[in-house]
C-alpha cells in the first residue's frame, strides 16, 4: 500500500509508518517481542549486521514493533531516522555522548532538566567532557561561551520548571557559525506543538514518558537526527550499554500518539485558563506560562510554538511552608515528580525535586521556596480550578503579612485527603 507523505500532523499521528500487518490485515500493531531473529544464509546474517541490508539481527540492537514506532517519531519530527531508547535520560545521554568525546565542552541552558544537570555535572567530567550552563535567553552571553573545544550546545525550552522560552532559530544560527550540533530536549512540547529541526536544530531527543506516550505507564525516550548519527547511537552507545525499549512498551507508545492531537490541544486549552486563573489570585506572587502576556518570551513563543503546552508554574505567597501546605491541601491534583499525564500532577520543587540542592544555588536556577509546578492534566478545566483555589484560599487564610514579608502560619496541620 502506497501513501501520501505530505499529511497533517493529525493525519500522521494516526497513519505515518503503519500499516495493516501484511498477514491478517490486524491494523493496531503487532507486538512482536522476539529477541532473535533467524536468516536464510550466512551471507545475508553478515550483511544485516554490517549495516549494508536493512534488517533486525538481535534484541539490544532493535526490534520491529519498535522500528515502526522510531520511523513514526522521525517522521513527526521531520528527521531523517530515530531510535526509541529505554528513558528520556538514555535519549539525553546517548546524544551528548555520540557528539562528545574527552576534552570536549559543551554548553548548556542554565535551566535544565535535574536529571540532566544531574549527568553532565557528575558522571560527563568523569569522562573528560566539561559544561557551561548558560543564559541562552542572551545570545551574547551564549555566543561568548563557546571556546575552542566547544563541540555542541544543548537546550531545552520550554525549560522544565520555569518554562523560559530560548529562540530556537537564533541559537542554531550561532551553532551553524561555529559548526556544531545544536541538541534540543522537546519534551514538553511534543512535535505537535514545537519541531525543532524545522528551526535549524540538529539533534531533538525526548522523554516519551510524557506527552508522546502521554499515560503514565511508559519509560522511554528517542533520539531523531540524521540517519549516521542515529546507526552510530544504536551500534556504538545503546547496543552496548543495553539502552534499548522493549516492543510492549513501543506498542503502548503507538497507541498513545494516536490520540496526541486531541490530548495536546486539551492540555493547552486546559492550561491557559489555569495560568489566567492564577494570574489573577492574590495568593499567588508569580505565574510561569508562554500562553501569557506577561511572560517574557510570549512573543517568541507564539512565533515558534503552535500551542502553549501544559505545563504551569507558579510561586504562591508565603515561602517553603505555603508552598508545600498548599499542595498537601489539593484534592484532585496528585503530587507527583511525573508530567504530562491525562491526570493533573503537582510538585513542589525546593522540597521534592530539588531539595538538595542548597537554597541560593536552587534560586540561580529560579527555583523559589513557593514555586509549583503543575502538569495539567484533560480533566474538566471547572474541576481543576475549583482544586486550586480550595488549596489557595487554605493557604491564605494562613499566611501572615508582616511588613511586606508574606510567612505561613503552620500551626495548623494540613492531612492530604487523597
Ligand atoms: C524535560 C525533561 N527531559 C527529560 C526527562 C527525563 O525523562 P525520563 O524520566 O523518561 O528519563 C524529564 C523527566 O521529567 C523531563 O522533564
Known sequence: MTKKVFWDMDTQLIHSAQYPDSNTGAISQAVIPAVAYAFPDVETAAAVVAGEKEGIYYGRYGNPTTRTLEQKIAELEGGEDSIGLSSGMAAISSALLAVLSRGDHVVVTKDVYGGTYNFLTSLAPRFGISVDFVDCTNLDCLQASIKENTKAIYIETPSNPCLTVLDIEA????????????????????????????????????????????????????????????????????????????????????????????????????????????????????????????????????????????????????????????????????????????????????????????????????????????????????????????????????????????????????????
Open 171 to 418: 541559537i542554531s544560527k550561532i551553532s551553524k557559525l561555529h559548526s556544531i550540533p545544536l541538541i534540543i530536549d522537546n519534551t514538553f512540547m511534543s512535535p505537535y506543538l514545537q519541531k525543532p529541526l524545522e528551526l535549524g536544530a540538529d539533534i531533538v531527543v525526548h522523554s516519551a514518558t510524557k506527552y508522546l506516550n502521554g499515560h503514565g505507564d511508559v519509560l522511554a525516550g528517542f533520539v531523531v537526527a540524521r540517519k549516521k548519527l542515529i546507526t552510530f547511537i544504536r551500534e556504538k552507545i545503546a547496543g552496548n550499554l543495553g539502552q534499548n525499549l522493549n516492543a510492549w512498551e513501543s506498542f503502548l507508545i503507538l497507541r498513545g500518539l494516536k490520540t496526541m492531537g486531541l490530548r495536546m490541544k486539551q492540555h493547552c486549552s486546559n492550561a491557559q485558563k489555569v495560568a489566567e486563573y492564577l494570574e489573577n489570585n492574590e495568593a499567588v506572587q508569580k505565574v510561569y506560562y508562554p500562553g501569557l502576556r506577561s511572560h517574557p518570551q510570549h512573543q517568541l513563543a507564539k512565533r515558534q510554538m503552535k500551542g502553549m503546552g501544559g505545563i504551569v508554574s507558579f510561586e504562591v505567597r508565603g515561602g517553603f511552608s505555603a508552598g508545600k501546605q498548599f499542595i498537601n491541601q489539593l484534592n484532585l491534583a496528585m503530587i507527583s515528580f511525573s508530567l504530562g499525564d491525562p491526570e493533573t500532577l503537582v510538585q513542589h520543587p525546593a522540597s521534592m525535586t530539588h531539595f538538595s540542592i542548597p537554597e541560593n544555588e536552587r534560586l540561580k536556577f529560579g527555583i523559589s521556596d513557593g514555586l509549583i509546578r503543575l502538569s495539567v492534566g484533560l480533566e474538566d478545566s471547572k474541576d481543576i480550578i475549583a482544586d486550586l483555589e480550595q488549596a489557595l484560599a487554605f493557604c491564605s487564610a494562613h499566611v501572615k503579612v508582616n511588613s511586606g514579608q508574606h510567612s505561613y502560619n503552620e500551626s495548623t496541620p494540613i492531612i492530604r485527603k487523597i
